[in-house]
């Protein structure tokens, strides 16, 4: 909501980035080595199936694992449910340089993250969140330990004793409800072990930049039917820029330290009780930027205001499971997560005038979920859920204040108050096994959400009260028709539905235009999950076409373009692709790969660009067309890249007395994207494209690994995201040494 208006207050800068390109000699080969990989599992089909009924100890060892997923309620197997999904446990996190949420786009197909500061667009086949505000939710939601967490900010958690990472693309309305119209990222921390002795691991690393970090955990067993686990994460490092002009804060100086506690209880074969209970404390020093069309290098920045990034949050989790006689499982998951935000940061990202943004947000999120689970056995299973959820965010008084210059109400943007949020859904699914390996799968979910604004706003002098509500409501579904074609082979077909609420638009000048509202998604998908080689290659196949259907978006009030205001295009985007994934596994030889292609086209769609606001109206659907009015028609959708492709290639090398050591290979490629429906590459709208490779060479001697490691290995200087006319690079070339202790 406020981060928005940041966009209209401002002088109106174009939005974008630059990073270096290469050729497309090099992405015709990885596209050659793709297929021929891929090729090679789908090839071996017949003799996958006529494998011997029993392997050796060391056959089964080079076998790909069963990989769980956990996204309905359940635990199944991946290869065996009807959702694309990138599955990784804490070990493939390690070994894919996956440290944070914005890693996810270098493993996993038809993923972006656009990371703008304490804020994140994080999208999935090209859906997800295009508006930087608080009342455009996001549609890609992140699960922790069963419990959504905040949506969109307070996104920079690092992954340390993580259990795994499912990354579930598609919409997910069923189970996830409201937020996932691109799909959802379940991160599972390790459990404690009750009977399982003192055990855990320690890890220290030293690198570039001055990075000194620490994280570890311990197991600790207090009796027969109850363990404790205690994990922490700590690293400090310097700044990746060269600042000049800086007046105030601390340019970039990572200073982060994060805690868990975890407890088990099971009194009894039915019962068992979690407890976990996180807290970080998350300072970025700031997110320094320039204008998105400079030339310079971007972590080369003047600026001349106050910059400052700090996060500071709690999350409690309690899980209650009981299982009845008849195997019926009841199950609890309630949540409580409080936050603070402090983001300070130069608007014209230069040290010509004072232009300046600082706010202090405050978010608490309450959530309860039931949820009644059959057993997983039987022709027939389902689950009945139910959720209720509150959000409020706080804007203190004198905390969210923007200054053309700071210094006088005349050029001063002030706004205080509160938005509170509420949402409440029942949901269900069933499984029904039919005959030949066939079944079919019914599911749906009716959420009802509402949201108010209590704001006050002083716009430079001038009194503005804000003070609205609206209500949403949306109906869910998936039908699913699955056959497992035998013990090697899995397909699957379904339509499902996605949507995300609407939202407020706050008053900019005319009194306070109307609220914008849900975006919808309907997915048609069919897939293809495969095993081959007796187990040493799995695949997924999948093919997708989505209908979208009122995108949020910002541009120019139709009646009259000189100020901004968000609504919805009145015309669907199409949006269609595939994607492919492949684990092979031989011997010591290990290689992981996906590919995303996709396609987006809006409809017809005119609007005025905010940056270059005119008088002339121009009606979202009837326009008329003009110079400032566009038909924005076969447009490509936000941060949509059209190509995604990672793959990962290691082996591990057996040396004396046990010791391993092991090189591996990771690389990403995201193509490029835009960052505005008007695609005015004059004006910065362009992202290009990133490629990221990454290694590792890990020597194992006993219970002690040291490993070598680096990221961005090219030193590519890519625009990470752009806000507010602002570009914000990504990481640069990072390397060092990491000591791990396993006991």
């Not at 038909?631 to 941060?639: F, I």
């Not at 709208?685 to 990133?690: G, K, P």
Request: glycine residues 10%; charged residues 15%.
């Amino acid at each position: 909501m406020f981060r928005t208006w940041m966009e209209a207050a401002t002088p109106s800068p174009a939005r974008a980035g630059c990073a270096r390109t290469g050729g497309k000699s090099w992405k015709i080969s990885v596209l050659w080595a793709t297929a021929s990989m891929l090729s090679l599992g789908w090839g071996c089909a017949a003799a996958a199936e006529t494998a011997a009924p029993a392997a050796s100890e060391d056959a089964r060892a080079a076998q790909v694992g069963e990989v769980v997923v956990t996204a309905e309620r359940r635990n199944t197997n991946l290869q065996t449910t009807p959702i694309a999904a990138t599955v990784m446990s804490g070990a493939d996190l390690q070994k894919k340089g996956v440290m944070t949420v914005e890693d996810l786009q270098f493993a996993a197909p038809a993923v972006t993250v656009n990371n703008f500061g304490q804020g994140i667009d994080f999208n999935i086949r090209g859906i997800g969140k295009g508006e930087h505000n608080s009342q455009t939710l996001i549609g890609v939601i992140t699960y922790r330990d069963g419990v959504a967490t905040f949506p969109g900010y307070f996104t920079g958690e690092p992954y340390y004793d993580i259990a795994r990472v499912e990354v579930l693309r598609g919409p997910q309305g069923t189970f996830v409800g409201q937020n996932a119209t691109g799909g959802a990222v379940f991160v599972t921390t390790n459990d404690p072990t009750i009977g399982g002795g003192y055990s855990g691991y320690a890890m220290g690393q030293v690198g570039n930049y001055a990075d000194v970090g620490a994280q570890g955990a311990v197991n600790i067993p207090v009796s027969d039917t109850f363990a404790a686990r205690l994990a922490f994460n700590a690293e400090r490092r310097d700044s990746f820029y060269r600042v000049t002009g800086v007046g105030f804060g601390d340019p970039g100086n990572l200073r982060e330290a994060s805690a868990r506690l975890s407890l088990l209880w099971k009194p009894t074969q039915a019962l068992s009780v979690s407890f976990k209970t996180d807290y970080s404390y998350l300072d970025f020093g700031a997110y320094p930027a320039d204008p998105v069309l400079a030339t310079n290098d971007p972590f080369d920045i003047t600026a001349n205001d106050r910059m400052l990034a700090l996060d500071r949050f709690v999350r409690s989790v309690l899980k209650v499971d009981y299982v009845f006689g008849d195997g019926v499982t009841l199950r609890s998951v309630t949540g409580y997560q409080f936050g603070i935000s402090k983001y300070f940061t130069d608007l014209d990202g230069t040290d010509v005038g004072h232009s300046t943004w600082q706010d202090v947000y405050k978010e608490r999120v309450f959530s309860q979920e039931l949820n009644l689970i059959s057993p997983d056995k039987g022709p027939v299973t389902w689950v009945l859920g139910a959720y209720y959820q509150t959000d409020k965010a706080v804007f203190p008084p004198g905390d969210l204040i923007i200054g053309l210059p700071l210094g006088s109400p005349f050029t001063e943007y002030h706004m205080e108050g509160s938005n509170p949020k509420r949402t409440a859904a029942v949901f269900g699914q069933a499984s029904l096994d039919l005959s030949h390996g066939f079944q079919l799968q019914l599911g749906a979910r009716y959420s009802d959400s509402r949201t108010t604004d209590h704001i006050r706003i002083a716009q430079y002098g001038a009194p503005i009260a804000d003070v609205q509500s609206q209500s949403f409501n949306s109906f869910a579904s998936k039908v699913s028709l699955n056959w497992t074609v035998n013990p090697h082979h899995f397909l699957y077909a379904f339509v499902a539905t996605g949507y995300k609420p609407g939202g407020l638009n706050l008053p900019v000048g005319l009194g306070i235009p109307a609220p914008f509202r849900q975006e919808k998604v309907t997915s048609y998908e069919v897939g293809w999950k495969a095993g081959f080689l007796g187990g040493r290659v799995r695949t997924q196949l999948d093919a997708y076409y989505n209908d979208y259907r009122n995108f949020q978006v910002a541009i120019g009030y139709p009646a009259f373009p000189i100020f901004s205001i968000e609504l919805n295009t009145p015309s669907p985007t199409r949006i269609y692709g595939m994607e492919a994934q492949a684990e092979a596994v031989f011997g010591d030889l290990s290689i992981d790969a996906g590919i995303g292609l996709q396609s987006s086209r809006l409809g017809t769609f005119y609007a005025t660009d905010p940056r270059a606001a005119s008088g002339l109206p121009c009606d979202p659907a009837t326009g008329p067309a003009s110079v400032s009015c566009i038909n924005l028609d076969g447009k490509r959708q936000t941060y949509a890249p059209n190509f995604t492709f990672n793959i990962g290639v290691q082996y591990a090398f057996r040396l004396d007395d046990g010791d391993t050591l092991t090189p591996r290979l990771n690389f990403g490629h995201v193509s490029e994207q835009w960052a505005t429906l008007f695609e005015n590459a004059a004006r910065g709208d362009r992202v290009e494209a990133r490629d990221i490779l990454g290694g590792q060479i890990a020597w194992r001697h006993g219970n002690l690994i040291t490993t070598l490691y680096g990221s961005n290995l090219t030193d590519q200087h890519y625009v990470a995201a752009v806000n507010s006319g602002l570009r914000f690079v990504g990481p640069p070339r990072q390397f060092g040494v990491r000591l791990t202790k396993v006991f």
